[in-house]
């Protein structure tokens, strides 16, 4: 018995495979060279990659769309078997005096057929991972009109069609690709011998994945081949999107505005520090927008933030710690030892509540800061009601932001942050950007308490993040609001932010690149030619005639580099 609703799917699926050429199409090399959020994710990431995009509600919507339409395949093989009562000539036949020859013999139902689309996208998608000299037999193995016949006769050599492409795919396709490959093979093998249209559809399934992870391992391999190139350019290529935006009609002066409000005082001559200054104070404040010249850093800056919490609410559950063993009779600081295996069980209570945790006082973290209390004072009876209390009413002031303890804390952790930042910026300034990245190294952005990736919620760590950030901003918008022109009126203007959702609401592409085809001269020689015009026209914005392209300073150009006025550019540095 039929379920009700199976057969929906063949109205509503989409006709398109889930993986076609043009889905694919942003792994293309040119794709990549030009892809902005790739050029600026490489300055933080050594080992950055590609891979499919099947996190978050995007991509539960994703396999919800791909399962639709893989059912739809099947049941669209179901019509063809029933009809010709087998697949392939290899599979077996019902007899033709069946009880149901009536059935079999009626035309097949008037549905949009998904056959004809999958057929060319395979066809498409293999082209673009083989030599040219293979396409002719490619285009005639994958012919649409003929296998339709075939498939409409029951005359299909679907087996020795995928024994074939799965041959061509072994000498295409990395060695650790080969079991993927031998099970699709074995698969559609299974499925003719047994007539089931799921499992031919699952072999099926096992050819798009294959397929798309050589296009991955096509796209990663020329990222790693040209990364060097790639970070490098990254500074000048972005100034070379921006320049282009502005001269198709972009007005930048809600951004100029953001930065003159926090660096273009005219009493404060160190520039650079004032813009430090803001943006450690948005890190520190958790403003809820960042100017959107900062786009491309939206979600570090959001995750120095949470790190920046953590910290306060670390130092409030030291604070609390040592109130705890006061209260207990403790004289003195508490042991090194024993506060740091504190710090690190509250870590691990905080990590485990996750993300949304509201950084308020938990009672779990009472009880662990209570419970150590105990361990150092060597009491062995179960804390009393009182001390818990007492201890859970301290954290809450700790934490409240309308307390002075609060405001205490924070002024100095800001402080620290600030004197960090300031050192560390100035310490990289002069950097190139491989440089700044050796330097660092950090893993992928997203670090929390029990994620090692992101590195530790040190003020060290986050100052040195904040740093890397603050410089990359510098290099590539402070040459652009210097040279511009700037309207009268700005002083009116609000600063305009970019939020979380309007960051997200951009996004979609089916792959998006994270941490961890051979012919680069064409893009060496585009590259060359788009700096040479971003050159030209940041030289035709000032009244001289030098380029203000950034190039990094020595010790003794500190007021020409303020000034936005750039040296030569020396040799590449490896």
């Not at 380029?547 to 590449?572: F, H, L």
């Amino acid at each position: 018995m039929r379920v009700r609703g199976r057969d929906d799917c063949l109205r509503t699926a989409s006709l398109d495979p889930p993986i076609t050429k043009d889905s694919l199409s942003e792994l293309d090399l040119n794709r990549i060279v030009n892809d902005s959020r790739l050029r600026h994710d490489i300055n933080f990431e050594h080992e950055i990659m590609f891979r499919p995009n099947t996190y978050g509600s995007r991509g539960a919507q994703k396999k919800r769309e791909d399962n639709e339409y893989f059912e739809a395949l099947a049941l669209e093989f179901e019509y063809y078997i029933k009809r010709q009562r087998s697949l392939s000539p290899s599979g077996s036949r019902s007899a033709p005096d069946s009880p149901t020859s009536l059935y079999l013999r009626t035309p097949l139902p008037v549905f949009p057929q998904r056959l004809p689309p999958m057929i060319t996208a395979i066809r498409e998608v293999i082209k673009t991972l083989v030599p040219t000299a293979k396409w002719q037999t490619v285009d005639g193995q994958f012919d649409v009109d003929l296998r339709m016949q075939e498939l409409e006769h029951g005359i299909c050599d679907i087996v020795g069609l995928f024994e074939w492409v799965g041959k061509l795919l072994l000498c295409s396709c990395s060695p650790m690709r080969d079991p993927v490959v031998n099970t699709m093979v074995a698969r559609s093998q299974q499925a003719v011998i047994t007539q089931d249209a799921h499992e031919l559809v699952s072999s099926i399934r096992d050819l798009f994945g294959v397929l798309e992870t050589m296009k991955l391992d096509v796209a990663n391999h020329q990222i790693r081949y040209l990364r060097l190139y790639l970070l490098e350019e990254s500074i000048q290529f972005a100034q070379t999107q921006i320049l282009d935006q502005i001269d198709a009609g972009w007005s930048i002066s809600h951004e100029r505005r953001w930065f003159e409000i926090n660096y273009a005082h005219p009493e404060r001559e160190d520039r650079f520090l004032m813009f430090k200054e803001s943006v450690v104070d948005r890190i520190v404040t958790f403003a809820a927008g960042f100017p959107i010249t900062l786009a491309g850093d939206h979600e570090r800056l959001k995750q120095l933030q949470h790190d920046f919490r953590l910290c306060h609410y670390h130092a409030a559950c030291g604070y609390t710690f040592t109130y705890t063993l006061q209260k207990l009779g403790w004289r003195g600081p508490p042991p090194p030892t024993i506060y740091t295996e504190c710090m690190k069980r509250i870590g691990a209570i905080v990590g485990a509540l996750g993300l949304d945790f509201n950084f308020e006082a938990h009672p779990d973290v009472v009880l662990e800061i209570v419970r150590e209390a105990f361990k150092v004072c060597n009491i062995t009876a179960l804390p009393d009601h009182s001390t818990i209390r007492s201890t859970q009413l301290y954290f809450q002031r700790a934490l409240d932001r309308r307390s002075p303890f609060y405001s205490e804390v924070e002024s100095m952790l800001w402080g620290e942050l600030s004197t960090r930042v300031h050192s560390e910026a100035n310490a990289i300034f002069d950097m190139t950007p491989l440089e700044i990245l050796n330097r660092y190294d950090p893993g992928p952005p997203g670090s929390s308490m029990n994620n090692n990736r992101g590195g530790d919620l040190s003020l060290e760590s986050i100052s040195k993040r904040a740093a890397h950030i603050i410089v990359l901003h510098w290099r590539i918008w402070a040459p652009i609001f210097h040279n511009l022109p700037g309207p009268d009126s700005l002083a009116a203007q609000d600063a305009r932010t970019i939020t979380e959702e309007e960051e997200m609401a951009e996004r979609g592409p089916r792959h998006v690149s994270v941490s961890a085809v051979n012919s680069s001269q064409p893009v060496v020689v585009q590259g060359q030619g788009r700096h040479r015009a971003h050159s030209a026209r940041m030289s035709r914005r000032r009244n001289g005639s030098r380029s203000a392209v950034y190039t990094p300073k020595s010790s003794d150009d500190k007021g020409a580099a303020d000034e936005g006025v750039a040296r030569p550019r020396g040799p590449e540095r490896d």
